[in-house]
């Protein structure tokens, strides 16, 4: 049996190991064959010289993680064991991998594989579809692409939609005025903006219209000029919603377009204008594809697992 010792640097070991041991305990259950055992700053390892050097490269991209983000979780810890080793490897990238500064100094990253795809993929192509299951980061990631365009004066307003599907975008019955009918629609874009935009800088944007937040019906007849619009929930499109949206693109604008085919609400016998989209544009340059999987989920760690239960249900 071969023996190893690593060594944490820049790193306080209390933050790596987590609460009891748990990353430990974790490396533990991926690493079964490894006898592993933390002292201070050191782990000692003991096993087979193959497992010991897979070992050593997941470690280092633990700890490449830990120095990007701050922050080392059970659900980050399991994304970097489980995935393919040039995925890991990825970890490595430098501070131009920050898309947005935050609020309160918050860096704002792209942190899975298929998030930095869609920050490539961006930055090559005019339009976007970036589909993935609910927690994946797909909306997140778009709108620091849209904030980082209009920071970098690449577009001049940001313009964020989404169906009001659950009340067939006939909001005249519900109470309150026009903003207050739509907030509980827009909400997760909101979320997303407040994290990015300190609280006056965006009250102001959006009463200049510099960045806008409507139901896609208000989109008909516009032409979109210099502009990174951003539809949300497509999945709740019918055919006739996005072939008017996917039209209203002018000169010099950046659209992406994100959903989940397995989240739709539309009426039973209604196709689904993502997934005729996915298929009449999957071969038009200019056009990039993401699909984002469980792998992507970075939200709480059963989200994943919620998602997995019912993919296995929905073959069956």
């Known amino acids: 049996m071969n023996e190893r010792t690593l060594e944490l640097t820049e790193i306080n070991p209390k933050d790596f190991f987590g609460a009891q ?3 430990i305990d974790q490396l533990k259950r991926y690493f079964p064959k490894i006898k592993i055992v933390a002292r201070g700053s050191k782990l000692k390892i003991y096993g087979e010289a193959e497992i010991l050097d897979e070992f050593e490269k997941r470690v280092d991209s633990l700890i ?9 979780d059970e659900n980050s810890i399991e994304r970097i ?3 393919a080793a040039e995925e890991s490897d990825n970890t490595s990238t430098n501070s131009k991998d920050v898309l947005v500064h935050g609020v309160s100094g918050r860096l704002i990253k792209a942190q899975t594989q298929n998030q930095r795809k869609m920050v490539q993929l961006m930055a090559k192509n005019d339009m976007l579809f970036a589909v993935g299951p609910a927690g ?5 990631t778009a709108v620091a692409l849209a904030v980082k365009a ?11 939609t989404r ?9 005249g019955f519900l109470p309150g005025d026009l903003k207050e009918k739509l907030d509980p629609y827009m909400q997760p874009l909101y979320d997303a903006l407040r994290d990015m935009i300190p609280h006056e800088k965006l009250e102001s944007h959006l009463e200049k219209g510099i960045i806008q937040i409507a139901p896609l019906a208000f989109m008909r007849g516009r032409t979109l000029d210099n502009a990174f619009v951003i539809l949300d929930e497509a999945q709740n499109t019918t055919h006739n919603q996005m072939k008017m949206f996917l039209t209203r693109m002018g000169m010099h604008a950046k659209f992406i377009i994100t959903g989940d085919p397995g989240q739709i609400d539309l009426p039973r016998k209604q196709v689904s204008g993502l997934k005729e989209s996915l298929l009449a544009l999957k071969d038009i ?12 989920v970075v939200r709480h760690k059963l989200v994943k697992k919620i998602i997995t239960a019912y993919k296995s249900i929905e073959t069956e």
């Not at 490449?64 to 080392?72: C, E, F, M, V």
């Open 21 to 23: 041991n748990s990353t």
């Open 64 to 72: 490449r993680y830990y120095h990007r983000y701050n922050k080392l």
């Open 81 to 83: 064991i489980t995935s």
């Open 136 to 140: 994946t980061g797909k909306t997140y």
């Open 150 to 160: 209009l920071k970098e004066k690449q577009v001049r307003r940001i313009i964020l």
């Open 163 to 171: 169906p009001a599907v659950e009340s067939g975008e006939n909001l």
């Open 285 to 296: 340059p200019g056009i990039g594809h993401v699909y984002l999987d469980d792998k992507d």
